[in-house]
């Protein structure tokens, strides 16, 4: 490996050690009904992300919620010796990207038939820190 893909390299460790994100995959929402739920809490701190997930009335924003605990999770899990609070930690990033889709046949009239297509969505969340010490 050359030194400047080397130093890359390393560069790229570093920044990926400040964020923490967690993914899921293969989820059966439409992406168009998750992206409104994400939407509402793209850039806001975790805490108030939390408390509008919670409180929302989409099916979207139980997944959401689940999600976005997991990343927590795994924030602590990179940071141990941090505190949450102290940390500030925010959404950076939210994703919400068309995943496969179930095509499916529905009966219509005179013989004929209408595709159905069931959406899936892959989702991920990534997590910034307005603190930067606590990574030293």
């Known amino acids: 490996m ?3 893909k080397r130093q890359r390299a390393e560069q790229i460790k570093e920044a990926n050690r400040q964020v923490a994100f967690a993914k899921l995959n293969n989820c059966p929402t ?13 850039g806001k701190q975790v805490e108030q992300a939390l408390n509008i997930l919670r409180f929302s009335t989409k099916e979207a924003s139980i997944r959401l919620e689940k999600l976005l605990l997991s990343a927590i999770a795994n924030w602590q899990a990179k940071n141990e010796e941090a ?3 102290e940390a ?4 950076k990033e939210i994703r ?3 995943g496969t889709m179930l095509k499916r046949l529905r ?30």
């Open 2 to 4: 050359g030194v400047r």
């Open 30 to 42: 439409s992406p168009r009904k998750m992206r409104l739920v994400a939407d509402l809490v793209r």
């Open 83 to 85: 505190n949450i609070e």
């Open 88 to 91: 500030d930690l925010f959404i």
């Open 96 to 98: 919400v990207d068309g």
């Open 107 to 136: 009966p219509a009239p005179q013989g004929r038939a209408h595709r159905i297509r069931k959406r899936s969505n892959h989702v991920t969340i990534v997590l910034g820190s307005n603190n930067n010490t606590q990574s030293n």
